[in-house]
């Protein structure tokens, strides 16, 4: 069932960023599906090895030290995933860091979690510490940029931590 809702959402995620990119200029948007895998043998256990993942992130500005070496820029962004199955969840909000050079890319951000997992009397949720780090690769043919990421999700809570793989596309 999660392997169908995962097929779904990046079908829809393809046509709409095509019908989008052909009526409008880049925005700054970029938008990621893709599966997340728990580190946490427990969580795994709990739930499964693969869960659903998912997020935005906004470029907020250039960045610009010193002298700039040709293929290679950074940027600011700032940005909101989601992570769920089950009665685990977990939603960082993050400021980035990213650094292109030609196609490649690499992030490293931190921000805030917003947690929720399985606990002795039900369900707690929690506010954590974030932190992330990605590399990825963008392919720019064609009318809608597009990009495949892996990620790493950090919290102090471990339970919700892992890498993601991710499909994108840039708006």
Known sequence: MQRKMIAVALGALTVFSSAFAEETKPV????????F????RAARNAEDDVWFGGGVEYKLSDL??????PGYSA??????????????RNAPVMLNYVGMSNQFYYSAGAGVSFI????????????????????????????????????????SETRVNGWGLFVGVRL
């Open 28 to 35: 700054g948007l970029s938008v990621r599906l893709g599966a």
């Open 75 to 88: 940027m600011l962004t700032l940005s909101a995933d989601y992570i769920n199955k089950g009665s685990f």
């Open 37 to 40: 895998f728990p580190s946490d």
């Open 64 to 69: 610009k030290f010193g002298a700039a070496t």
């Open 116 to 155: 929720r997992f399985p606990g002795n009397s039900g369900n707690r949720s929690e506010t954590e510490f974030a932190y992330g780090a990605g590399v990825g690769y963008n392919f720019n043919q064609g009318m809608t940029p597009f990009f495949v990421e892996a990620r790493w999700f950090g919290t």
